[in-house]
């Protein structure tokens, strides 16, 4: 069983709607939790960061943990075809024997159309 | 500052010839990474640092190497390409658990 799990998509939305992407996990010692973006043919870029359970909110982005159920999401709101792109979900633990680790999603590819 | 920089961005290699990934980075962050990244996939990890040193093998080391001498460089060694490192290659640096940033990535073939 992977570490991370993602669904690959790939998901297209008209422009305006609301996106729901998200993640599953096994390992309950994972703390830290990030969204990054990733355009075509480009490193990725963060867009989120939380720490533990909870939510956070940054413009038309919203990130939840919900450690309990070792899932998190990331919501777009008012999708802009310019959020076209690859979101990965990515988690690292706080200490451990794999301390420093940071573990990926597979990455869902989104479009959103004019 | 130019942030985590690798070089070269294109590469093709034949079968079983060899070369190194350069990877540097001028923010002093401790820890860095080495990820390939196949179409459509997502990211999975080769190797990563947590200081000069000091290296550990992430999902999927078989057919690389690393060293870390310095905090800035973090350079990967692939021996005898196979084709089935045909892939793009990430590089990225972290302050502890903060954000890593990345570089722009090298795409590698291998014939």
């Known amino acids: 069983q992977k570490e991370v799990e993602q669904d690959p998509g790939p998901l297209s939305v008209p422009e305006g709607a609301i996106v729901s992407l998200n993640c599953t996990y096994s390992?309950?010692?994972?703390?830290?939790f990030m969204w990054y973006r990733q355009y075509s043919r480009k490193g990725p870029e963060l867009l989120m960061y939380t720490y533990s359970s909870g939510n956070k909110e940054d413009g038309r982005f919203t990130a939840q943990v919900d450690k309990s159920s070792k899932y998190i999401s990331l919501f777009i709101r008012d999708s802009q075809p310019s959020d076209s792109a690859t979101y990965l979900c990515a988690m690292r633990t706080a200490g451990g024997t794999s301390y420093g680790k940071l573990t990926f999603g597979q990455g869902t590819i989104l479009t959103v159309h004019p | 500052n130019a942030g985590v920089t690798q070089t070269p961005k294109f590469r093709i290699l034949k079968i079983g010839q060899s070369m190194t990934l350069q990877c540097t980075q001028d923010m002093n962050h401790n820890y860095m990474y080495w990820y390939r990244q196949d179409p459509g996939m997502g990211l999975k990890l080769i190797y990563y640092?947590?200081?000069?040193?000091?290296?550990d093998k992430g999902e999927v080391p078989n057919g690389y190497n690393v060293s870390r001498s310095t905090t800035e460089d973090f350079p990967l060694r692939l021996e005898l390409a196979a084709p089935s490192q045909t892939s793009v290659y990430f590089c990225?640096?972290?302050?502890?658990?903060?954000?890593?940033?990345f570089g722009q990535g090298t795409r590698l073939t291998v014939v």
């Open positions: 990225a640096s972290s302050l502890y658990t903060t954000e890593a940033f």
């Open positions: 390992n309950s010692a994972f703390q830290y």
């Open positions: 640092s947590v200081g000069a040193g000091i290296t």
